[in-house]
C-alpha cells in the first residue's frame, strides 16, 4: 500500500508487527517529522476525505488510542489534548512499551510488572467498567452514538475533560457519516462494534485498531501486538528542522498543519492567531546581523564564526 497523499501532508502505512514498528515511530516523533493519529483523528479523516481519497477510510490502522485491560476493568488512554500534537505522559510511556523486547503476555504488554497498570493514570487516561457496555458485536446507529467506550475515545465532552474534548457535532459527524458510507457503499446497518480481549485477570496493554469500512469500521483491541499484519498509520509532516529544499522551517507551523481536518476550524485559526502575534514579535527583534554591527569591532576575526553562532542561537529562541 502506497502512502496516501492530503494536502500538505502524507498518511504513511506502516505494515508489520506492532511491536517493530511502534519504536521506529516514536523515534520519528521525537524528532518532530509527524505523529501517529489517534482513533478519533483517523476516523475523522476517512469520514472526511472519502470523495477524494478513500483508501483512509477503507483499510484499518492501528492507532495511537491505547487499550489497556485487567479484569472488568478498561483504561481508555487518549494521546493528545485537543489542539496538540504533544503525546501525554502515559500514552508516550504505553507506547514506549510496544516493542520487541517485552515478553508478551495474552498477546499485548504485560502491565503486571514494574507498577505499569497504576502508572498509566491521570491526564488523558479513562477507566470504564465492561458492564453495560455493548461489546464484540456490531452496533446500530443509535446504540453508537450512546456508546460510552467509543464516545470516550473519539473525545466526546460528556465523557471526557474539556482539554481532550472534541465538540459534540464533531463526534456526530464520525459516527453518523461512517453509518452514511457503511450504508451507501454495503449496505449495512450495524456497524462500529467495540471489541476487546477475553475477561483476563491479567493486566494488558495494546493499541486500538479503526477497521475497514467494508468490514464494518469496527474498532479492536484484540488483535496481538506481535502479529505480522499491523499497520500503524503515521502522519508525516516533513522534516523537524529543514524541508525538501533543505530550507529552514518553522516546527509550530508545520504540527499546525498535522491538526488540518482533525480538529475544529475555530481551534485551528486561534491557534494560527497565536502564531501570527509572534511572528509580529519576532520581526521587532534584532537579527544577529544588527547586533554584531554593533559588538563587531570589539571581536577578534578569527571568533567573528563562533560569536555569530551564540547570537544565532539567543536570537532564534
Known amino acids: 500500500?502506497?502512502?496516501?497523499?492530503?494536502?500538505?501532508?502524507?498518511?504513511?502505512?506502516?505494515?508489520?508487527?506492532?511491536?517493530?514498528?511502534?519504536?521506529?515511530?516514536?523515534?520519528?516523533?521525537?524528532?518532530?517529522?509527524?505523529v501517529i493519529p489517534s482513533e478519533a483523528d483517523i476516523r475523522l479523516l476517512g469520514v472526511r476525505n472519502f470523495g477524494n481519497v478513500p483508501e483512509i477510510a477503507n483499510n484499518y490502522w492501528d492507532t495511537s488510542t491505547l487499550s489497556a485491560t485487567k479484569g472488568k476493568a478498561v483504561k481508555v488512554i487518549l494521546p493528545y489534548e485537543t489542539g496538540s500534537r504533544e503525546l501525554t505522559e502515559s500514552a508516550r510511556?504505553?507506547?514506549?512499551?510496544?516493542?520487541?523486547?517485552?515478553?508478551?503476555?495474552?498477546?499485548?504488554?504485560?502491565?503486571d510488572v514494574d507498577g505499569r497498570w497504576e502508572k498509566l493514570d491521570g491526564n488523558g487516561v479513562y477507566t470504564l467498567q465492561r458492564k453495560g457496555l455493548v461489546l464484540n458485536e456490531d452496533l446500530t446507529e443509535e446504540q453508537a452514538m450512546k456508546h460510552k467506550l467509543l464516545l470516550t475515545k473519539?473525545?466526546?465532552?460528556?465523557?471526557?475533560d474539556g482539554k481532550f474534548a472534541r465538540s459534540k457535532d464533531e463526534v456526530a459527524e464520525i459516527i453518523g457519516k461512517t453509518f452514511e458510507l457503511g450504508k451507501s457503499e454495503?449496505?449495512?446497518?450495524?456497524?462500529?462494534?467495540?471489541?476487546?480481549?477475553?475477561?483476563?485477570?491479567?493486566?494488558?496493554?495494546?493499541?486500538?485498531?479503526?477497521?475497514?469500512?467494508?468490514?464494518?469500521?469496527?474498532?479492536?483491541?484484540?488483535?496481538?501486538?506481535?502479529?505480522?499484519?499491523?499497520?500503524?498509520?503515521?502522519?508525516s509532516v516533513g522534516d523537524a528542522k529543514t524541508n525538501a529544499e533543505g530550507v529552514d522551517v518553522d516546527k509550530a507551523r508545520v504540527q499546525l498543519q498535522s491538526l488540518e481536518g482533525m480538529s475544529q476550524t475555530g481551534q485551528i485559526d486561534q491557534i494560527g492567531s497565536a502564531l501570527d502575534e509572534r511572528d509580529q514579535l519576532r520581526q521587532k527583534l534584532l537579527t544577529t546581523d544588527q547586533i554584531y554591527s554593533v559588538i563587531g569591532d570589539y571581536v577578534a576575526s578569527a571568533n567573528e564564526s563562533e560569536v555569530r553562532k551564540v547570537i544565532d542561537k539567543l536570537t532564534s529562541q
Open 154 to 160: 473519539l473525545g466526546h465532552p460528556d465523557h471526557v
Open 93 to 111: 510511556f504505553g507506547l514506549g512499551l510496544i516493542n520487541p523486547n517485552e515478553d508478551l503476555v495474552n498477546y499485548g504488554v504485560n502491565l
Open 1 to 34: 500500500m502506497e502512502n496516501i497523499q492530503l494536502e500538505g501532508r502524507t498518511i504513511e502505512p506502516h505494515y508489520g508487527r506492532n511491536v517493530d514498528k511502534a519504536p521506529a515511530l516514536l523515534a520519528r516523533y521525537d524528532k518532530g517529522e509527524g
Open 186 to 235: 454495503h449496505g449495512y446497518d450495524t456497524m462500529m462494534g467495540q471489541y476487546l480481549p477475553d475477561v483476563s485477570d491479567k493486566g494488558v496493554l495494546k493499541a486500538w485498531c479503526v477497521g475497514r469500512l467494508d468490514d464494518g469500521a469496527g474498532s479492536d483491541a484484540g488483535d496481538g501486538l506481535g502479529n505480522g499484519n499491523g499497520r500503524f498509520a503515521f502522519d
